[in-house]
């Protein structure tokens, strides 16, 4: 906007306000402040400066009631009615003008034409406007009203703001399709979520995870309005400056990770996970508090006024990242459970079987397992059942070399074994059912509420799929492996004597191992990973002893890997 454009405005303003402007000349106004978002800053600003709205309100009236009331604080007036109000605020000026009787209007003799009117503008703002007619007030409000407001407020051509990326389970309040690439826009109208979790991506690269039920409308690309409900947002640089606005408060990004809970009673809770950003605490058209939030912080704002209290971080308050492909949810936590997912479940201890096992012949699911010794084949077997295994093997009696991937990577450090086993590989969702594994797997950490439990006897391996573990969410990655490793004791009478070897590796190569481990012995597991490995190996083997008469080297040597759990970092 140039300072031609400026001085304009301030003398078209002039007119309208001394109620001499024309049809042209308001609509000339119309189309300058509809071309600028500065120039419908310098409108308000002259308006104040001419003193307009407070005159307008001090004027004398003879029947007061003929003209509809409103605020007169100018800054309540003009950026603290919401779009629903000032438009029926307008409505009211605009039904007074319908049904007003004409009143006479006494005006003085225009003054000759200047060679040019742009000369006896207004040289910068005028500070002051003069007194006029009752009539010449009300219709220049009137009309003021109208240019200002629409310019302002006037439903323009809708604007896209931000899409839809995914959803699980989702409905909608509405019949419109939302879906994957469905695109939202400003609207006065809110958009409700009655189930399930929704994605989305604003234009300017802040995603924001929704769970229903919540309540919500964009007021621009850069601000989300949350009337109720739980709101995550992941803030880009691009995206510097994203707003969440509640009933009671103003969350304004510096570079976050953040998490709003906008509760049904009124009161808001925000947990600040990355960055800082500014709370701005206070119901609408009242005075508001603020305070700088840093990470790992959290605040809640009561219902009324514009208290804050400090309360715990929750870091599983919101659900952060969704994949429908795979009906991932995670809610922040950072470690993922691999006998979960092996169970069907998502890896957080939402699986619904309580134990599976895998025949080492086959790769299949066994659902009427015959236990006993068993020869194993010596080769490495795919589970087509299960996507996050690549498969398993029973080490044979040849030492080195044994195969134990899909792509041929190899143990060569393998010792020789009878390549006997006596039951299938066993997954159960938690240990604590029976009785001998207590004794040695409660030294377990037991992040997660029920603590699995790989079951091995001794001459099995079973190789984990690192790459399909990652494709859970795109960018998802593994810090480390860690599980608790243990010999159970068997029977009422084991021998103490008993062992067994167990090896851990990534991509054949031996990470981590422990030998001649003993009946009611453990020891922790923790292997590091990095981006390209792909394969983590499990074994355990006899130790090649024979300490009972009549038996194979490994009878009785029963292990198990409790509470097998991947350290993760999510995008």
Known sequence: MNERDLMRISELLIYCCNGI?????????ETLLRQDKEALDYCVDVLMDLNYFHCLAQTPLSHPEEVPSFETDESVFMCEL?????????????????????????????????????????????????????????????????????????????EEVASVLDSIDA???????????????????????TRGWVKLRTDEQVELV???????????????????????????????????????????????????????????????????????????????????????????????????REI????????????????????????????????????????????????PQTGKI??????????????????????YLDGLFVPGSGAGDVVISSKGHTFRECPQTSGLYYSNIICFKDWTFYEPLQGIFEKTVKQFEESGLLYFHSNMGLTVDLEAVRRIVPGLRLDSFSAYAGMIRMGQNPPDYAEADIWVLVDGQLRCSRKQLRAGEGFEVRVNLAEQDRFLTLIVTDSGTSYVE???PN???????????????FP
Request: with cysteine; proline share 6%.
């Open 210 to 308: 929704l769970e229903a039920p919540t309540e919500f409308r964009f007021r621009s690309s850069s601000e989300i309005i949350l009337n109720y409900g739980k709101l995550f947002a992941r803030v880009s640089e691009l995206g510097s400056g994203f707003s969440v606005t509640t009933p009671n408060s103003k969350v304004v990004d510096l570079g976050t990770e953040f998490g709003v809970v906008c509760h049904i009673d009124g009161n808001t809770d925000v947990h600040l996970y990355k960055g800082r950003a500014n709370l701005f605490a206070g119901e609408k058209h009242k005075r508001k508090v603020s305070q700088m939030l840093t990470a790992g912080s959290a605040r809640r704002i009561a219902s009324e006024g514009s208290v804050i």
């Open 366 to 387: 066994v659902s009427n397992p015959v236990a006993g010794y068993r020869r194993g084949t010596g080769t490495f077997v795919p589970i087509p059942e299960n996507p």
């Open 171 to 193: 409905e909608w309040s509405s019949e419109l399709p939302f879906q994957a690439g469905t695109r939202l826009d400003c609207s006065s109208k809110p958009i409700r979520l």
């Open 312 to 359: 715990e971080l929750d870091e599983r308050a919101l659900v952060r990242q969704i994949d429908s492909k795979s009906r991932f949810i995670w809610r922040g936590q950072k470690t993922l459970q691999l006998s979960d997912l092996i169970l069907g479940g998502n890896g957080f201890g939402s699986a619904v079987l309580r134990q599976i096992e895998f025949d």
């Open 550 to 552: 009549g038996q194979p």
């Open 21 to 29: 402007a024309g049809q042209e000349e308001i609509r000339e106004l």
């Open 555 to 569: 009878h009785t040597d029963t292990c198990g890997f409790a509470e097998p759990t991947f350290s993760v970092t």
């Open 82 to 158: 919401d779009p629903q109000e000032q438009w029926a605020l307008l409505g009211d000026f605009a039904e007074y003008e319908k049904q007003a009787a004409a009143l006479k209007i006494e005006t003085a003799p225009k003054p000759p034409e200047s060679p040019s009117r742009e000369k006896t503008a207004v040289q910068g703002r005028p500070t002051k406007s003069r007194k006029y007619s009752l009539a010449a007030a009300v219709l220049s409000a009137a009309a003021l009203l109208i240019i200002i407001l629409s310019a302002h407020l006037a439903p323009a051509p809708a």
